[in-house]
Nanobody
Framework: VQLQASGGGLVQAGGSLRLSCAAL????????MAWYRQAPGKQRELVAG???????RYADYVKGRFTISGDNAKNTMYLQMNSLKPEDTAVYYC????????WGQGTLVTVSS
């Protein structure tokens, strides 16, 4: 299964971006899915996840700012990111939750101060 993340870019602090994750194949209805990120010099970490039943979970540092959602009909997952901070700068990836061993190409989010 291929997962393609998109929607990253350069934004000023306080701005918003919406990331999309498109899957080739119907996977969202049978797997928990999540967004992860990796900042320069840091380990990859889970940002937000959504379970098969729609239950969501968020890292403490994005609660209240980021919203994860999915559209099973479109095989697409989203991450709405508001009130972005420079520390949110990272490459964002989508993957299953827990993640599969293979990672697709992420999308770079850069937040300027």
């Amino acid at each position: 299964v291929q997962l393609q993340a998109s929607g990253g870019g350069l934004v000023q602090a306080g701005g918003s971006l919406r990331l999309s994750c498109a899957a080739l194949g119907s996977i969202f209805s049978s797997n928990g899915m999540a967004w992860y990120r990796q900042a320069p010099g840091k380990q990859r970490e889970l940002v937000a996840g959504i379970g098969r039943g729609g239950t969501t979970r968020y890292a403490d540092y994005v609660k209240g700012r980021f919203t994860i959602s999915g559209d099973n009909a479109k095989n697409t997952m989203y991450l709405q990111m508001n009130s972005l901070k420079p520390e949110d700068t990272a490459v964002y990836y989508c993957n299953a939750m827990p993640p599969w061993s293979a990672w697709g190409q992420g999308t770079l989010v850069t937040v300027s101060s």
